[in-house]
């Protein structure tokens, strides 16, 4: 299938910094992009996610920006908390729309 | 948090054997998912049903045979086991909207342990 690329694999930062992580695509068909959380032992939760006629969409501390042209979406969390601290996946959605690719994740840990 | 269940949590077998994992999901969503996430934490797409209908197979071998009983379940049968398919197995569910995936609800995880 088409591929998802993320960087990068982890991520450290100190409490209330802003942490960005940052995902290319290849299939241009891809029309939906989400982004979910996952803690350790837990299952997978959607955190935020843009459709392709939206380039920004933001839900406090979490923004997330999509540039079609250039195949590019993005994660930005400000204010980070240690609760923060956890595995973060993109995915795009597949050209038939039935599925998603998904990034190799971003371990993200916030120290207080 | 019971939206999208199932079960067993945990599954550890010998090489060789068969086993089941079943789904259910009570959003009234119309497509369901089964996928694979490997020791590395790497997500896959196996499977994808829409209204009991096989849309995705993600060259998944054919020792793994999805079925889905009616719109609310899925479930996943794996022959013969080998060492390499130990990981832990999600089901998902979703609306489709606008000819493309909703947010897409997983269930708890299945982790499967093959010795």
């Known amino acids: 299938g088409e591929n998802v690329e993320q960087h990068p694999s982890t991520l450290s930062v100190q409490e209330g910094d802003s942490a960005v992580i940052k995902c290319t695509y290849s299939?241009?068909?891809?029309?939906?992009f989400p982004w979910y959380k996952q803690e350790l032992g837990k299952r997978p939760q959607l955190i935020i996610d843009?459709?392709?006629?939206?380039g920004e969409k933001k839900d406090q501390r979490i923004a997330v920006t999509l540039n079609k042209t250039a195949k590019h979406f993005s994660l930005h969390i400000t204010e980070t908390q240690p609760e923060d601290s956890a595995v973060y996946f993109c995915a795009a959605s597949i050209e038939s729309g039935y599925a998603l690719n998904f990034g190799k994740g971003t371990s993200l840990l916030v120290t207080p | 948090d019971t939206a999208v269940s199932q079960t067993p949590k945990y599954l550890v077998t010998q090489m060789g054997n068969d086993k089941s994992i079943k789904c259910e999901q009570n959003?009234?969503?119309?497509?369901m998912y089964w996928y694979k996430q490997d020791s590395k934490k790497f997500l896959k797409i196996m499977f994808s049903y829409n209204n009991k209908e096989l849309i995705i197979n993600e060259t998944v071998p054919n020792r793994f045979s999805p079925k889905s009983p009616d719109k609310a379940h899925l479930n996943l049968h794996i022959n013969s086991l080998e060492l390499g398919d130990s990981a832990v197995y999600f089901c998902a569910s979703s609306q489709m909207t606008s000819g493309s995936t909703d947010t897409q609800y997983f269930g708890p995880g299945t982790r499967l342990t093959v010795l």
């Open positions: 959003l009234g969503h119309d497509t």
């Open positions: 843009i459709r392709s006629n939206v």
């Open positions: 299939d241009s068909a891809s029309n939906y």
